[in-house]
Nanobody, 117 residues
Framework: QVQLVESGGGLAQAGGSLRLYCAAN????????MAWYRQSPGYETEFVAQ???????TYAPSVKGRFTITRGNVKNTILLYMNDVQPGDAATYYC???????????WGQGTQVTVSS
């Protein structure tokens, strides 16, 4: 069973940067897809970014140009670089893994991001 642990959340000022980490108990570079989602209180879970095993990357329009998803140097990690964060980016961020196409998506426990204006 894949297990995911997120870290790197915290408080950032508007316009600042944060870096989120997702560590898995298996190599993720061979997974079908890894992604980040976020959820703010009272709102639905929102897609943020995805990287596939083939290297294809997709971003939500709200973060494109500001956030970067990448695989870490260690093969069981992915990162989310968040630049120019805004109050609307405040949320709990979740890392997800789809090990093979159509397999059940595994979710981490989340890491909190707070943005001060």
């Amino acid at each position: 069973q894949v297990q995911l642990v997120e870290s790197g959340g915290g408080l950032a000022q508007a316009g600042g940067s944060l870096r989120l980490y997702c560590a898995a108990n298996e190599r993720v570079d061979v997974f079908y897809a890894m992604a980040w989602y976020r959820q703010s209180p009272g709102y639905e879970t929102e897609f943020v970014a995805q990287v596939t095993g083939a290297g294809d990357i997709t971003y939500a329009p709200s973060v494109k140009g500001r956030f970067t998803i990448t695989r870490g140097n260690v093969k069981n990690t992915i990162l989310l670089y968040m630049n120019d964060v805004q109050p609307g980016d405040a949320a709990t961020y979740y890392c997800t893994a789809e090990k093979t196409r159509g397999s059940q998506t595994v979710w981490g426990q989340g890491t909190q991001v707070t943005v001060s204006s």
